[in-house]
């Protein structure tokens, strides 16, 4: 694995080699960067860029064979499992972890939404877990959602009441938002108006109060001039079961489609 070697001693610049194990040759690069005039968030964004696109190019010119692969354990261990038939959208007490294999990739989305790169490439690297709690008051379904994720990205919270009510909200990600939520059925003018891509695929699934199989959940920016429309529900996919949001975001005329899946990891503490 190509290696970060900084020069010391030096007062005007900084000097940074980047060595290839085995071919110093080929893989070697010296790049000064004056550091007086470069602040150092970019200068760290630097060095992970050339230090990734170095790493690429070596292992491009390794044979398999050559390659030493040793296992990394990851501090989360997430599972792909199907989901228990008791776990619908009419109980999703647990917690859930965002399958990137099956997702999509949200960063397009994001930069749409106004979320700067940085943070946009922090998220896409972090692993996403929501951890859900669903009750009723006063036959009003409640979801409260904590999203956490790895990385030192700080999470989030959600509180979602099903009754259709405008109601605001503060997030650090996403900044002043205000929504609605409500169950919905797949039949009807509300449902007609969806667009094509949230209404095909879908496991019906009818565990609402009337027996509707979706929930739809609404988001307004107005600092960023962007919408966007959830439709949840489950899916299935090579025979497992997903928690699943499609989600549609609009901004003037540009839209944009997402599809996230979620594995299930195992019911609440």
């Not at 005007?12 to 007086?36: H, M, N, Q, W």
């Not at 009419?90 to 790169?117: C, F, H, R, T, Y």
């Not at 009510?165 to 938002?177: A, I, P, Y």
């Amino acid at each position: 694995m190509p290696r970060i070697v900084p020069s010391v001693g030096v007062t005007k610049s900084t000097s940074v080699t980047f060595f290839g194990p085995g071919d110093p040759l080929e893989s070697r690069a010296r790049i000064c960067i004056y550091a007086r005039v470069v602040p150092p968030i970019l200068w760290e964004v630097f060095l992970l860029a050339e230090t990734l696109k170095s790493s690429i190019l070596y292992y491009q010119k390794t044979t398999p064979h050559q390659l030493k692969v040793s296992p990394i354990k990851n501090h989360i261990n997430t599972v792909k499992m199907a989901t228990p038939a008791e776990f619908t959208l009419a109980n999703l007490n647990g917690v859930w972890v965002m399958s990137k294999a099956l997702s999509d990739d949200p960063e397009p989305v994001l930069a749409l939404q106004g979320i700067g790169w940085l943070k946009r490439k922090a998220i896409g690297l972090a692993t996403i877990t929501l951890t859900i709690k669903e009750t009723k008051v006063n036959d009003v379904t409640h979801i409260d959602i904590s999203s956490t994720a790895t990385g030192g990205i700080q999470g989030t919270a959600e509180h979602r009441e099903l009754d259709w009510t405008e109601r605001g909200h503060e997030d650090h990600v996403f900044g002043s938002l205000v929504g609605r939520n409500k169950w919905l059925d797949n039949k009807g003018a509300e449902w007609d108006a969806l667009d094509d891509f949230q209404k095909d695929g879908w496991l019906d699934e009818k565990v609402g109060p009337n027996g509707e199989p979706h929930i739809l959940s609404t988001a307004t920016s107005a600092a960023n001039g962007w919408t966007a429309i959830q439709l949840w529900g489950f899916t299935e996919v090579n025979g497992l079961r997903y928690y699943t949001r499609k989600v549609v975001i609009t901004k003037g005329s540009e839209v944009l489609k997402v599809k996230l899946y979620y594995d299930f990891q195992g019911p609440l503490a």
